[in-house]
């Protein structure tokens, strides 16, 4: 007898009612993709759970990736019996001797299957007497067990668990619509990436590139960012923004107060022309509130203008260590900080306007038509599309940190 199921449960998605159906057909596809490398295993679902037939794979890397995939709650190994006593028997008993560090336990049957004989409070002694007889040194203890076995009779069949390993919780990716996320190579704008995802958003990037303020290995930093956002949600498609022309336009002909708010809000209006061709019905971005000049009320007020696509800022009301521990929790963080630039530190204001007025702004505009340079910068746009890669590389600006 071998564990030789992997049992998913869902979480807020169970609550969808009507619509459960799509998510769980959202959340198969997802797990599919993840696993999709493992050609022996087989997966199905229904409304209640997903189940991982292993056919012989080893368990512990297929619970390594099930770990990043959104929508599921929780997951646990499983053994699979039919619904006959002797062998729940024997399943509880492997499931008991096999747990680690475990003196006391407690048996815990769900009868799903109605027409099965025996009820739940039934089972629960005749399965915890079987592990008792069997056994030396354990006792049961029904409050504060070190290892609760969780025993479900099916339809199907049973499937029994002990250990029961968190998952990523939120929503599968690709439930809740698309987004676009303006991704700078900073901490934060990967952290928004990977929270908007948790929400069943799917991401597609777009980055400012502005050579030769900025370099290679800048856009390269991007790049690699979004690869490793892939590990969440599969497949991402960067588009690079070719920046320079607009931003020296932008330097040269803007107050130098409020070069920084146009800045923004003729990416906002790039951005825009990227997601209308898309098909995309948002903008994410990591901007926390108060954090930076451009990133007060008064600021967002003024950007925001020039848009009427809803923006999702997941980390507005976190301050940067919390939004630091997220960043080294997903492996981001060593790669956010290379030292290399972004456009946004380029031509940096000795003194940015924190209160700038969308008066002002519409003042300084009118002096100047970004029009022909907006569509040569969509026009010029190249678009990059990572899929998740299982094979670890070394970071190799590692060393460097």
Do not use: W
């Amino acid at each position: 007898m071998h564990y030789d199921h992997i049992l998913i449960r869902y979480g807020e998605m169970s609550l969808k009612g009507k619509n459960l159906k799509h998510f769980v057909a959202k959340l198969y596809e997802n797990v599919k993709a993840k696993l999709h490398d493992y050609e022996d295993i087989k997966i199905k679902r229904n409304r209640n759970r997903m189940y991982i037939l292993l056919n012989g794979e080893d368990p512990q890397p297929i619970l390594e990736r099930c770990k990043d995939v959104f929508g599921i709650q929780s997951f646990s190994l499983a053994i699979k019996v039919e619904n006959e006593e002797e062998q729940m028997k024997e399943a509880v008993l492997y499931a008991l001797t096999h747990a680690k560090n475990t003196k006391t336990f407690k048996i815990t049957t769900r009868r799903v299957d109605k027409d099965f004989p025996t009820d739940s409070q039934a089972m629960n002694r005749v399965l915890g007497g079987y592990a008792l007889t069997n056994t030396e040194g354990y006792t049961v203890d029904v409050h504060n067990p070190d290892v609760e076995i969780n025993v479900e009779i099916r339809k199907d069949g049973t499937y029994i668990t002990s250990e029961k390993i968190l998952g990523a919780g939120g929503l599968p990716v690709g439930t809740t619509g698309k987004s676009l996320l303006l991704l700078s190579g900073g901490i934060d704008s990967p952290v928004a990436g990977y929270l908007s995802m948790k929400r069943g958003v799917e991401i597609e990037a777009i980055h400012f590139h502005s050579p030769p303020y900025t370099s290679e290995r800048a856009k390269q930093k991007v790049l690699d960012l979004a690869k490793q956002l892939t590990r969440y949600g599969h497949k991402i498609k960067v588009h690079i923004v070719p920046f320079t022309k607009l931003q020296q336009t932008i330097h040269r002909e803007i107050p130098e107060g409020y070069g920084m708010t146009v800045m923004r809000r003729v990416m906002l209006q790039v951005s825009e022309r990227v997601a209308e061709e898309r098909g995309i019905l948002s903008f994410t971005t990591g901007e926390s509130l108060g954090q930076v000049a451009s990133q007060t009320m008064e600021s967002m007020n003024t950007i925001n203008e020039v848009t009427n696509y809803p923006i999702i800022r997941p980390l507005v009301s976190m301050d940067k260590l919390e939004i630091i521990d997220i960043s080294k929790r997903i492996d981001m963080y060593d790669i956010s900080i290379r030292p290399f630039e972004d456009c946004c530190t380029v031509f940096v204001p000795s003194a940015p306007k924190t209160r700038p007025t969308r008066e002002k702004v519409l003042q300084y505009e009118e002096r100047v038509d970004f029009t022909d340079e907006i569509e040569e910068t969509v026009a010029g746009i190249e678009t990059v599309e990572f899929e998740e890669n299982h094979t670890q590389e070394k970071d190799e600006f590692s060393d460097l940190l």
